[in-house]
């Protein structure tokens, strides 16, 4: 009996090990795991986080009309198939006496009708994503209210009319301190 009862004990006893040789595994790939995340997390905050500081100098858009410039506009980013960006650039395009828009995307092709630009709006392609990089701009659809003079007044996220109509008067009631250099894209 003695014998059976050592063996089953030494059994158990390297199903232990084993059990806790695993566990001890998973313990480091689980931290390992964890650690990459965290610093895609942090990547992630960074671009979430994006958008150029309120009483930034907005970076010159070369395809941007001297009329569109020298009054308040709107910039928005936004790409087809972004499912917030299908809704708010259509909204935001067919409101009536609306603040002009610098529509900018990605894309040069499969632009939805509905995002055809009305008098006063301007549409901009950029593939290579410059603009986005100036403006820091990491996801859609971004909105920058820019004033008069160039600068940045409000800039957030928004998915419908009625939270860019709350940039806009965040915007008026702004007091704008002048921060940075305009760079021309």
Not at 27 to 42: I, P, W
Not at 66 to 76: F, G, K, N, Q, Y
Not at 108 to 134: H, K, L, M, S, Y
Request: net charge neutral; charged share 15%; with cysteine.
């Amino acid at each position: 009996m003695t014998v059976v009862l050592w063996i089953v004990v030494a059994m158990l006893s390297s199903a232990v090990i084993f059990l806790l040789l695993a566990l001890s595994g998973a313990t480091r790939t689980v931290a390992s795991l964890k650690r990459s995340l965290d610093g895609n997390r942090a990547d992630d905050v960074v671009r979430l986080r994006s958008g150029l500081a309120v009483g930034s100098e907005a970076p010159a858009i070369q395809s941007v009309s001297a009329t569109t410039s020298s009054r308040r506009h709107l910039i928005v980013f936004a790409d087809p198939g972004c499912a917030a960006c299908e809704t708010l650039v259509p909204s935001l395009l067919t409101t009536p006496n609306h603040t002009p828009v610098v529509l900018i995307g990605r894309s040069r092709t499969g632009w939805p009708q509905q995002w055809r630009p009305g008098p006063g709006d301007v549409v901009v392609f950029d593939p290579d994503e410059r603009i986005a990089n100036a403006y820091s701009v990491g996801f859609t659809p971004h909105v920058f209210v820019v004033d008069e003079g160039g600068f940045i007044g409000a800039q957030g996220p928004a998915d419908s009319v009625e939270m860019v109509r709350r940039l806009v008067r965040e915007a008026a009631g702004v007091q704008i301190i002048h921060t940075e250099v305009s760079r021309g894209y």
